[in-house]
């Protein structure tokens, strides 16, 4: 079993609507989740981090953790075109923080 | 500020040549990563230093993977004999310092290595 496991997609979303990210991990013990963006031929970027089950929000991103289930995920309201990227889903090694990614999520908005 | 550079942007080589791939963290930041990334997958990782040392370099392929941070600022990825399956995009992260809560790790834009 992969440690973080992502829906590769694509995933397509009209402009303007919700689109949703998932990530499952194996790894009871993690404690933090980070979500990252990665335009093409470009590198990744840090767009949301969460430590504490629940929702956490910023401007039209919002991530939800259930510890429990083992589940991380990322929405987008209102998406834009610019929003059309891979979403990289992040756990750090408890001690050093080497992060291990899922093989991200491919997403399109469509216009 | 700066952020993290990364030099050359792209590198082309030739089966079984040596290769050399650098990394300038951003400035003040003690922790600092390889990883690499091939098409289609998320970034995997190579190497984590902490000041000069490296504190695991678990995610090293082979022997043939080398890196070094001497005076705990650059670090420079090395590559003996290189094959095909080396090709891919290696990235390198910066952050504040390993420690605690996760910090953010800030990736530079990369190293595009071909080998042919």
């Known amino acids: 079993q992969k440690e973080v496991e992502q829906n590769s997609g694509p995933l397509s979303v009209p402009e303007g609507a919700i689109a949703s990210l998932n990530c499952t991990y194996s790894d009871r013990g993690s404690q933090s989740f980070f979500w990252y963006r990665q335009y093409s031929g470009k590198s990744p970027e840090l767009i949301m981090f969460?430590?504490?089950?629940g929702d956490k929000e910023d401007g039209r991103f919002t991530a939800q953790l259930n510890k429990a289930s083992q589940y991380v995920s990322l929405l987008i309201r209102d998406s834009q075109p610019s929003d059309s990227a891979t979403y990289l889903c992040?756990?750090?090694?408890?001690?050093?923080?080497?992060?291990?990614f899922g093989t991200g999520t491919r997403l399109t908005i469509i216009p | 500020g700066a952020g993290v550079s990364q030099t050359p942007s792209n590198k082309v080589t030739e089966k079984g040549k040596y290769v050399e791939l650098r990394c300038d963290p951003i400035?003040?930041?003690?922790?600092l990563y390889w990883y690499r990334q091939s098409l289609g997958q998320g970034p995997e990782f190579l190497i984590y230093?902490?000041?000069?040392?490296?504190?695991?370099d678990s995610g090293l392929p082979n022997d043939r993977f080398f890196a070094v941070r001497p005076e705990g600022s650059v670090s420079t990825l090395k590559i003996q004999r290189t094959e095909r399956g080396d090709s891919a995009v290696y990235l390198c992260?910066?952050?504040?310092?390993?420690?605690?809560?996760?910090?953010?790790?800030?990736f530079g834009p990369g190293t595009r290595l071909t080998v042919l």
């Open positions: 992260a910066s952050s504040l310092a390993a420690s605690g809560r996760s910090d953010t790790q800030y």
């Open positions: 969460i430590y504490s089950n």
């Open positions: 992040a756990v750090p090694n408890f001690g050093n923080e080497k992060l291990t």
């Open positions: 400035s003040g930041h003690t922790a």
């Open positions: 230093f902490q000041g000069t040392g490296a504190a695991d």
